[in-house]
């Protein structure tokens, strides 16, 4: 009894340490989230935007900026989320509907595309409204960015052989 109990706590303390190890961060590397790359934080400081050297009226265009993209993108995030939902639903179902299912892909690639441009048209007017220095950094973080995000510009490690290892 006494072993099993002991077996039992060191396990759970085994755990607790691998657990806090992968959550450490390295002190040089800081934290990134995907998304985060252009994002003056709703407190007034800035994130990842720090090195370009903004000027205040451009911090708060950017704020600004973000705060409209933010919006226009929410009501398509949400639509989006419960056009995946659905997918799962047809996908499980016992007898397909094939058409159905290449119908709401398609709904799905548009709502994408959609919040692509939206991205797309915020990030070209918060480059314009920097200098040729201030650009430069931008393009370049913008660039790693998409780096670190992968070739089809979601994050790696999250297509379907990973959530599907035996496939």
């Known amino acids: 009894m ?11 303390s085994l755990f607790v340490v691998l657990k806090a ?3 450490e961060t390295s002190p040089n590397k800081p934290l990134h989230r995907p998304g985060n790359e252009t994002r003056i934080m ?5 994130g ?5 050297n903004l000027s205040d009226a451009q911090k708060a265009t950017f704020k600004e900026s973000m705060m409209a ?3 226009q993108l929410q009501p398509v995030k949400n639509e989006l989320g419960e056009a995946e939902a659905h997918q799962k ?16 892909i398609d709904k799905i690639g548009a709502m994408r595309i959609e919040m692509a441009k939206i991205k797309t048209k915020y990030h070209l007017e918060m480059r314009s409204q920097l200098n040729d220095e ?10 790693k960015m998409m780096d670190m995000k992968g070739e089809n510009g979601r994050q790696p490690n999250r297509g379907m ?3 599907h290892p035996q496939l």
């Open 21 to 23: 190890q992968t959550t």
């Open 42 to 46: 709703s407190d007034g400081k800035e």
């Open 134 to 143: 201030q650009r430069l950094k931008f393009d370049l973080f913008s660039e």
């Open 2 to 12: 006494r072993s099993k109990i002991l077996f039992i706590v060191l396990l759970m």
């Open 69 to 71: 993209m933010q919006k």
């Open 48 to 52: 990842p935007v720090k090195g370009l």
């Open 161 to 163: 052989h990973q959530q």
């Open 89 to 104: 639903t047809l996908m499980t179902a016992d007898q397909p509907d094939l058409i159905a299912i290449n119908k709401n």
